[in-house]
């Protein structure tokens, strides 16, 4: 397994319940190492059936916030549009920090930290040569490619590259907003607080323990930050909040509290990403079909490792038939939500405003 985040450990973790052990090379040196990013909801059916498979439904009850799903909507002007709040027995996308569900996942695994991968070559003759950045190198009968969006696993069976959806975000964030700054956290709630413009959003996303994650969304060519460096702060922000000019002032306090901002240009694979089968090499998630984060990649992701590790656990005698199978599975599927994404993301960073307020309706509870 290539890869440590969300679909390598599901898939590790269901072979490993398994009585199965699997390799997972992981580049990071640690946890730790970096953010773990923002909260995740875990639909029923993906996510949280992937949890079942894993044996950790209950330890993930007791993490998640099911709060986290109310979401509110507000004009440019500061006007309340929507306000959905779940029911006191909604469970159906429960929010959970991605750092604790990677503590969820990891368990008892044993990770290979710091063995960022190179290359894979198949077809080796001992099995599916892995080339790794400290010059090591290791065949496997099975290599996995969970590895992101530039995934090194993935020209193995594809020549594919992610390319630029015209969308980009750039991420902040604030901590311990309900001592620092009460009236922000009032107007993002329990849950989520949106805000859309001509071509442009703000989102701001409740964690766990007080911290907010905030994201400007924009339409912009890839090269839009030619005169802007990235690495000051300062200069982002007064960028950002020029590109927001004329917003409701506590809508701005948004951007003018967070801290270090993190350029996230949205790159996609084709909706239909498919390839001719290789033996002994296979991908999950945003390495096989990155697509929007509208909250379905992380949830494919999981289902896939625990379907494949499953399939795996099932037919251990035709290890090539059961992966095979899996990916048949996991494309038609795919494509269904990248199709549902790609669409979405067309709608909420559009021209008309209208059009994701529309797009809320059709998804939320009446």
């Known amino acids: 397994m290539v890869g440590g985040g969300p679909a ?29 990013g923002g909260t995740l909801d ?3 059916g993906l996510g949280q059936l992937a949890l079942e498979k894993a044996g950790l439904m209950a330890e993930f009850q007791a993490l998640a916030r099911p709060e986290g799903q109310a979401m509110r909507i507000l ?29 969820l996942l990891l368990g008892p695994l044993e990770v290979q930290w710091g ?44 020549p594919a590259t992610p390319h630029y959806t015209g969308v980009t975000y750039v991420e902040t964030s604030i901590d311990d907003i309900d ?7 009032r107007l993002i709630g329990d849950g ?10 703000l989102v ?24 802007l460096d990235l690495t000051d702060a300062e200069a982002v922000r007064s960028g950002l909040l020029a590109l927001f000019d004329g917003w409701a002032a506590p809508l701005l306090d948004l951007l003018r509290h967070g801290d270090t901002f993190v350029h996230r240009p949205l790159h996609v694979l084709p909706v239909s990403h498919t390839w001719t089968h290789v033996p002994g090499v296979t991908l999950l998630g945003d390495a096989a079909h990155l697509m929007p984060p509208l909250g379905a990649g992380a949830n494919l992701a999981m289902l896939e490792g625990a379907e494949l590790a499953e399939s795996i656990a099932s037919n251990p005698v035709d290890l090539d038939e059961a992966v095979r199978a899996f990916e048949a599975r996991m494309w038609a599927r795919a494509e269904r939500w990248a199709k549902i994404t790609t669409a979405g993301l067309d709608r909420l960073v559009s021209a008309d405003p209208a059009e994701a307020v529309a797009l809320f309706d059709q998804v939320q509870p009446s």
């Open 8 to 36: 390598g450990l599901t898939f590790a973790r269901v072979l490993h319940r398994h009585g199965h052990s699997v390799a997972v090379l992981e580049r990071d040196p640690s946890p730790g190492a970096r953010p773990a």
């Open 42 to 44: 875990l639909h029923e």
């Open 75 to 103: 004009a440019t002007d500061g006007t309340v549009l929507r306000d959905w709040q779940p029911a006191p027995d909604d469970r159906a996308n429960p929010e959970i920090d991605r750092g604790q569900l990677r503590d």
């Open 115 to 158: 063995r960022g991968v190179t290359e894979v070559v198949p077809g080796t003759g001992d099995g599916v040569l892995v080339k790794c950045a400290d010059g090591s190198q290791e065949t496997f009968d099975l290599v996995v490619g969970a590895d992101g969006a530039w995934s090194r696993v993935r020209p193995a069976v594809s």
């Open 179 to 185: 001592t620092r700054h009460p009236d922000l956290a």
């Open 192 to 201: 989520s607080v949106a805000v859309y413009g001509v071509n442009r959003s």
């Open 204 to 227: 701001a996303q409740r964690n766990s323990g007080g911290h907010v994650k905030v994201y400007a969304k924009f339409r912009a060519p890839s090269d839009w930050h030619t005169d």
